[in-house]
């Protein structure tokens, strides 16, 4: 009798600790469940929702200079890369309003940060525009892919003229939901955005089944994205890098070799960056870079024993590694600390700088290096209409850059995201992050 109670005691802990998987709720049919954190500068500015609200002018690929014409019908540049005429096709607003050049001309001239050095911009008639620059720039067909050239309005910035329409109204801190304008055979039809406090949390509900996308979360689970979803994942890379730039009193390029030499990218991106960055391998973003690089960044290198030789030989007594992203900058001081030896509050100033590329080219990178010996390079890229003559260009210039270091590159960021079993044709770059308009249920 004891034998037989012990035994039905037992079954019975088992039973109560045992616990049945929460059924995956009913999934309405067309819609994408979506998983975002909270927009930084609004969904209008966020590249993957503005997107789906907003048909951009152009497709841009920084690569080759390749130009895609989508609610622009022809962009044309004057040869010296000044006069710039756009012509649009006609289109609507979602709520009926036909955009206009006055649309567009509006939009930028409410810019408060434009980074074209703009001197007129006027309508032509109703579907042209009239782009003139300061100055040569080569570079105007990246300004008019990204979402600083859409045809926003002043307090409806959020009624578009893109494949969907936001339904009701959007909370920064819980999304909202998007319908598609023309429905396409299995492609998503509504989705629904969610932001998420704990994108940890929104990951495990996406291995269970009860969310469909999930465009970020922590370098914890980057492991887990690649077992978990070896085939349901993307990685790519965001227009955004970070680089020492060293104060012009450090006139030794050893001195400069010996600091960037002594930072263990690899270590840091995996570490203390949680795994949201790239080490670097060249001057400029993957997510910017036209075409392939010439040369090697051997700045870019981790050698400790190297960066203790020139650092001996450039006499370099300490540093003041300053500014920056706290994270990032600690990353570096460790870094330096402890392979270099060398104190990091004290010396000449040496600047940790993420820079968030407004457009995607080069151009913004080395126009703001202002160095003497890249100048021709840079003038010639930007005057240039040739996207070939303009990726040698700025080839020259990286190989300069990288020879007398006044900058290192550091790491790049990148973009990474999972998905459901039911989820499919997801595509993602660094023009739109995921592509929302593309994916099928």
Known sequence: MRVTTILLAAALVITGCSSTPEPVPAQEPGLLTVGIGEPVLGPAR???????????????????????????ESVTGSTDQVTWTIKLRPSTYHDGTPVTANSYVDAWTKLADNPVPVDRIEPVDQLTIRLTTKSPASYVPAFLASWRALPVRGGKELIGNGPFRLDGQWDNGKGGRLVRINPIGTKAQRIDLKVYRDLGAAFDEVKAGKLDLLVDFPGSRHHAMHQDFAARHA???????????????????????????SINRKAVTEGPLDNQFDPATRLFAPAVAPGETSGVCRACNFDAATAKTLREQAGLGGVNLTDGDPAQLKAVIDQVSANLRLPTGTGPAVVVRQLDFALDSPYELVKRLNTAAVKPFVDAAAASGDPAVQAENYRLVENEILRELPVAPLWTKHGHAVWAERVRDVTANAAHDVDLTAITL
């Open 235 to 261: 990685v790519w890379p965001k227009p955004a890098a970070s680089y020492l730039e060293f104060s012009p009193e450090i006139t030794d390029p050893a001195a400069r070799y010996a600091i960037a030499l």
């Open 46 to 72: 966020d590249r993957m929702i503005s997107n789906a609200l907003y048909t951009p002018l152009v497709d841009y690929d920084p690569a080759t200079g390749k130009i895609t014409p989508r609610a622009a």
